[in-house]
């Protein structure tokens, strides 16, 4: 029902940066959480980053906090993904995610199970 449609993608160079966006189809989109998840090649899909229906909370992953930062536009249904500091290890297929279930003021969760809806995913490539 809610197609979200990842962008941003590509390859940097380590400590370089990319925005990555994740558009919404639906306008329910402003009460859903979002997060941003991440898979390796061989890896398990894990939380990077997450944003609660309302904007006002965030939760990040530890080994992204200082670098990463989750932002919204509503106006936009855009949920964006600034990615600063670039390493090796943030090469991953990064994913949009909607949790349709949570209060828009609760805070985003790090659980794959939490969230619903998931885009097709953008690659992000950091060479060394």
């Known amino acids: 029902q809610v197609q979200l449609v990842e962008a941003g993608g590509g390859l940097v160079q380590a400590g370089g940066s990319l925005r990555l966006s994740c558009v919404a189809s639906a306008r329910t989109f402003s009460t859903y959480a979002m997060g941003w998840f991440r898979q390796a090649p061989g890896k398990e899909r894990d939380f990077v980053a997450g944003?609660?229906?309302?904007?006002?909370?965030?939760r990040y992953a530890d080994s992204v906090k200082g670098r990463f930062t989750i932002s919204r536009d509503t106006a936009k249904n855009t949920v964006y993904l600034q990615m600063n500091s670039l390493k090796p290890e943030d090469t991953a297929v990064y994913y949009c995610?909607?949790?349709?279930?949570?209060?828009?003021?609760?805070?985003?969760?790090?659980?794959?199970?939490?969230?619903?809806?998931w885009g097709q995913g953008t690659q992000v490539t950091v060479s060394s």
């Open positions: 944003i609660s229906g309302n904007s006002i909370s965030t």
């Open positions: 995610a909607a949790d349709s279930y949570r209060a828009v003021n609760s805070n985003p969760l790090p659980l794959l199970g939490a969230y619903d809806y």
